[in-house]
Nanobody
C-alpha cells in the first residue's frame, strides 16, 4: 500500500498560477504512471493530466492543454502539476493517484483544494 500526499492547493485569482506536488509518505521502490485527477462540486471526477513512469510521455485533458504541465522528479520521487492561466472552472479538489495496472489507479492522495476566484 502506498500513501500519497498532495500539497500546494489554495486560493488564486483567475489568470494566476499554482503548483501542486505529490509524493509518497513513505519509501517505495516502485515507480508508477501517475495522474492528477480533479473533481468539482456536482461533477464527475476527471483525469486532468498523466505522466509515464519514465516521465517521457504525458497526456492532458483538452480542458487543460496548453495551461497545465505535469512533471516528475525521480530523485525526489515527486510529481508536480504546474497550473497556469487558471480559470474559475478549474476550481476543484485535485487528487494525485498511482496507476498499478493499465487503466487502474489504486493509490490515491487525500486531495488538495484549488479555488480560482473570478
Amino acid at each position: 500500500q502506498v500513501q500519497l500526499v498532495e500539497s500546494g492547493g489554495g486560493l488564486v485569482q483567475a489568470g494566476g498560477s499554482l503548483r501542486l506536488s505529490c509524493a509518497p509518505s513513505g519509501r517505495t521502490s516502485r515507480t508508477y504512471t501517475m495522474g492528477w485527477f480533479r473533481q468539482a462540486p456536482g461533477k464527475e471526477r476527471e483525469l486532468a493530466a498523466a505522466i509515464s513512469r519514465s516521465g517521457l510521455s504525458t497526456d492532458y485533458a483538452d480542458s487543460v492543454k496548453g495551461r497545465f504541465t505535469i512533471s516528475r522528479d525521480g530523485a525526489k520521487n515527486t510529481v508536480y502539476l504546474q497550473m497556469n492561466m487558471l480559470k474559475h472552472e478549474d476550481t476543484a479538489v485535485y487528487y494525485c493517484a498511482a496507476e498499478t495496472a493499465w487503466g487502474s489507479y489504486d493509490y490515491w492522495g487525500q486531495g488538495t483544494q484549488v479555488t480560482v476566484s473570478s
